[in-house]
């Protein structure tokens, strides 16, 4: 597994919009500064991995949409990763999830976050 040099750990999904939109526009800046990025799914935010899951979310001026903060990460290179046994739990399989993300296991996670340079971590 490829690591990256910044880490957003997301908790909440939909229930929250405020924090996905909170962790989509940090991944994006740290994309937009040269860092490689990566997006953790984690708990309920695993739902957000479902096509379109974030389309819906705008929380409003001065923020962007979320899911136009998601197309300008993933289009600067910035990636999603999404817990699997999160998503397992919440009864969700692969390959109901977006097909480029990456399902991840516990070890993958504390590699991400031992190796990034820097993290944010949203709960």
Do not use: W
Not at 29 to 51: D, F, I, R, Y
Request: charged share 15%; glycine share 10%.
């Amino acid at each position: 597994m490829q690591t990256a040099d910044f880490v957003t750990t997301l908790f909440d999904g939909k229930s929250n919009p405020a924090k996905v939109t909170v962790a989509m526009t940090m991944a994006l800046n740290a994309v937009k500064a040269g860092h490689s990025a990566m997006v953790l799914l984690m708990v309920e935010a695993v739902e957000l991995g479902l096509p379109e899951a974030m389309d819906e979310l705008d929380v409003g001026k001065p923020f962007e949409p979320v899911g136009d903060l998601l197309k300008a990460y993933l289009a600067g290179g910035g990636r999603i990763g999404i817990c699997g046994s999160c998503m397992i739990h919440n009864g969700f399989t692969a390959e109901q999830m977006v097909p480029d993300y990456e399902i991840i296991t516990a070890p993958e996670v504390v590699e991400l976050l031992m190796a990034s340079n820097g993290s944010l971590q949203i709960t």
